[in-house]
Nanobody, 128 residues
Framework: QLQLVESGGGLVQPGGSLRLSCAAS????????IGWFRQAPGKEREGVGC????????NYAASVKGRFTISSDNAKNTVYLHVNSLKPEDTAIYYC?????????????????????WGQGTQVTVSS
């Protein structure tokens, strides 16, 4: 059974950093692309970035490029989202999701309907 579990969210001050984790089980991470999404209250879920875990290629939304970085540790079957220089508008529930090859095919921010398997999300709150 393919499963994704996010962790690492929390309350952080503006300008701070967090490392979010997405632990995969039931499948080999290198066979899938992993996307990160976020959903703020009252807003649509939006793509933040993605990684092709087999080759290491990444794509990011323009709004986070230069502040957010995605990496993977295939030995641990885990993908990370490093979030830096956080702003109050980054407050949201952050989700990871798996796709067979969307990040390899498409540039830019990941597209929600391309991803079939989802985690439950982790809350990030940026506030002083």
């Amino acid at each position: 059974q393919l499963q994704l579990v996010e962790s690492g969210g929390g309350l952080v001050q503006p300008g701070g950093s967090l490392r979010l984790s997405c632990a995969a089980s039931g499948f080999t991470l290198s066979s899938y692309d992993i996307g990160w999404f976020r959903q703020a209250p009252g807003k649509e879920r939006e793509g933040v970035g993605c990684i092709s875990t087999g080759g290491g290629d990444t794509n990011y939304a323009a709004s986070v490029k230069g502040r957010f970085t995605i990496s993977s540790d295939n030995a641990k079957n885990t993908v990370y989202l490093h979030v830096n220089s956080l702003k109050p508008e980054d407050t949201a529930i952050y989700y990871c999701a798996a796709s067979s090859n969307s990040c390899r095919r498409l540039s830019g921010a990941p597209i929600r309907y391309e991803y079939s398997y989802w985690g439950q999300g982790t809350q990030v709150t940026v506030s002083s």
